[in-house]
């Protein structure tokens, strides 16, 4: 059975930082392509990041512009977690993110979230 369980989330001041992670199981974790999402209240889901899998010949991230510069995605497959450092963090970034993981172009797998809150 295949599981993600993101951690890390919390309660943070504007411009301070949260480390999230994002432990699998039950699946050959380098395979995957991960990536991070989140979903504000009222709003739809969004991605933020991912990032490939053991696969790619050199690793590849992507962002949405939003959070280019503030937040960085990892991951080490030796311990089956991918992670979200973000930075400078904005009241706007608050949401339930979300971990997930890909493979043939479809996101089969998701955690159950972790909620992020930025107060200003």
């Known amino acids: 059975q295949v599981q993600l369980v993101e951690s890390g989330g919390g309660l943070v001041q504007a411009g301070g930082s949260l480390r999230l992670s994002c432990a699998a199981s039950g699946l050959t974790f380098s395979r995957y392509n991960m990536g991070w999402f989140r979903q504000a209240p009222g709003k739809e889901r969004e991605f933020v990041a991912d990032?490939?899998?053991?696969?790619?010949?050199?690793?590849?991230?992507h962002y949405v512009d939003s959070v280019k510069c503030r937040f960085t995605i990892s991951r080490n497959n030796a311990k089956n977690t991918v992670y979200l450092q973000m930075n400078s963090l904005k009241p706007e970034d608050t949401a339930v993110y979300y971990c997930?993981?890909?493979?043939?172009?479809?996101?089969?797998?998701w955690g159950q979230g972790t909620q992020v809150t930025v107060s200003s």
């Open positions: 997930a993981a890909e493979v043939s172009g479809q996101y089969e797998h």
């Open positions: 990032i490939s899998s053991l696969s790619w010949t050199r690793r590849r991230t």
